[in-house]
């Protein structure tokens, strides 16, 4: 089992910078793979941003060019660097770790983000 913890969401002006948290704890050794998702009110949940085992990174459209996903010191936490935030950014952020065990995801609680005018 895996267990998936986000941090670091709050309110931020538009235009301002926020920075997410993913750390997986268990059986961590089977994630080749790590992802943040969003999902704002009335909307289908949406991916955001990928990095994988070798460092590979993978970003929406939506966010490219704005937001970087990044490993910490080991392949167990991850983070999302949240720059020119605008309302439309609003949501809510969740990480997802893949495992090679039959492709099986974990995914944590969410955090909020919201960004005011």
């Known amino acids: 089992q895996v ?5 670091g969401g709050g309110l931020v002006q538009a235009g301002g910078s926020l920075r997410l948290s993913c750390a997986a704890s268990g059986r ?10 969003r999902q704002a009110p009335g909307k289908e949940r949406e ?3 990928q990095i994988n085992l070798s460092g590979s990174t993978t970003y929406s459209d939506s966010v490219k060019g704005r937001f ?10 991850v983070y999302l660097q949240m720059n020119g935030l605008d309302p439309e950014d609003t949501a ?7 495992t090679t065990t039959g492709g099986q995801d ?5 955090t909020q983000v919201t960004v005011s005018p």
């Open 106 to 110: 974990y995914w944590g609680q969410g």
């Open 3 to 7: 267990q998936v913890l986000e941090s």
């Open 92 to 98: 809510i952020y969740l990480c997802n770790a893949v």
């Open 28 to 37: 961590t050794f089977t994630i080749y793979a790590m992802r943040w998702f």
């Open 68 to 77: 970087t996903i990044s490993k910490g010191n080991t392949k167990d936490t």
């Open 47 to 49: 991916f955001v941003a």
